[in-house]
């Protein structure tokens, strides 16, 4: 099975005149590989999916599978249609990879007997190991900590990415070790590796990425008050990475330094002329 520890990215699409942009999200994935990241979740909440196409996707993950490693690309996979997310899976299941990143269902808010059989249902029809992806601010549906106890159970089941903002239920993962657990909250990142996290999916790794490999790496050393200055050098940019809806000042990031352009798909909209002019100055303190 997949082992997700270390720095994963929630990688952006990148687009130009509202098309994918192909050659940027090349140069983006060989410059984050080079700095030392575990690998990419694509077409995830980062990813614009919901903007994409399942063509447009199916054509990101293959450019991505193109450049890097099966073994470090995981899929998103989301949706409130179930046989429409079971039939998307399968085609995406053609490809090798390393996993699928599944939230739940979103805005029809299911029961908590709901959320376990569709996660049941979504993690028997896998033939690679799958990341629960708890969100629920996104998905309004609230996973309740024994219920997400239960379903990470399931053999299938590889990993949460822990974006659910109750600490006990972190820490009762982790204490369970039936899944690694993955900082999704990423000023939460320090915090759940001295728990005992395995890593992140990060949106702001993206801006320094060589600085998270840094921190997960002084604390699996053992060096946590050089963890604690890394993770405080990294604060003021993930504090403003997420001042606007994601990823609309990281696409302003990524602009800044020449990577990518910072197009995003309506209803998303371009940061804000004040907030581009803070995070220049925040990428000029981070030696961004």
Same mark, same amino acid.
């Given at each position: ?31 984050? &590989? ?18 994409? %196409? ?11 599978? /193109? ?14 249609? !179930?046989? *429409? ?25 299911? %029961? ?20 629960? $992806? ?33 600490? *006990? ?15 999704? *909250?990423?000023?939460? =990142?320090?915090? %759940? ?10 949106? /702001? ?9 840094? !921190?997960?790496?002084?604390?699996? %050393? ?9 993770? $405080? ?16 000042? !990281?696409?302003?990031? =990524? ?5 990518? /352009?910072?197009? &995003? ?18 990428? /000029?303190?981070?030696?961004?």
């Amino acid at each position: 099975m997949s082992n997700f520890r270390g720095i994963w990215i929630a990688l952006a699409t990148p687009f130009r005149a509202d098309e994918i942009d192909f050659e940027g999200l090349e140069r983006l994935v060989k410059k984050l &590989l080079a700095d030392g990241v575990a690998g990419f979740v694509v077409c995830g909440t980062t990813g614009e999916a919901a903007a994409l %196409s399942p063509a447009e996707q199916l054509s990101v993950l293959d450019s991505v599978l /193109s450049w890097v490693d099966p073994h470090q690309v995981v899929m998103g996979l989301s949706g409130n249609n !179930l046989r *429409e997310i079971l039939a998307f899976q399968e085609e995406i299941q053609k490809r090798e990879l390393a996993g699928l990143l599944v939230p739940a269902p979103y805005y029809i808010r299911p %029961s908590q007997a709901g959320l376990e059989s569709f996660f049941m249902t979504v993690a028997d029809a896998a033939r690679v190991p799958v990341i629960v $992806y708890d969100i629920p601010y996104r998905t309004g549906a609230r996973i309740a900590r024994e219920t997400l106890r239960k379903i990470v159970r399931h053999p299938q089941i590889a990993a949460v990415k822990d974006c659910g903002g109750d600490m *006990e239920t972190t820490m009762a993962l982790i204490q369970d070790g039936a899944v690694q657990v993955l900082a999704g *909250e990423d000023s939460q =990142l320090f915090n %759940s590796l001295c728990l005992g996290g395995s890593g992140a999916i990060s949106a /702001s790794a993206h801006i320094r990425a060589d600085l998270y490999v840094k !921190l997960h790496q002084q604390v699996d %050393s053992g060096d946590l008050e050089g963890a604690r200055l890394t993770h $405080y050098q990294l604060l003021p940019w993930m504090q403003i990475a997420f001042a606007e809806p994601n990823p609309a000042v !990281l696409k302003a990031a =990524l602009d800044l330094q020449g990577l990518t /352009s910072a197009d &995003l798909r309506e209803p998303m909209q371009a940061c804000t002329p004040a907030t581009r002019v803070a995070l220049t100055k925040v990428l /000029s303190l981070l030696g961004a």
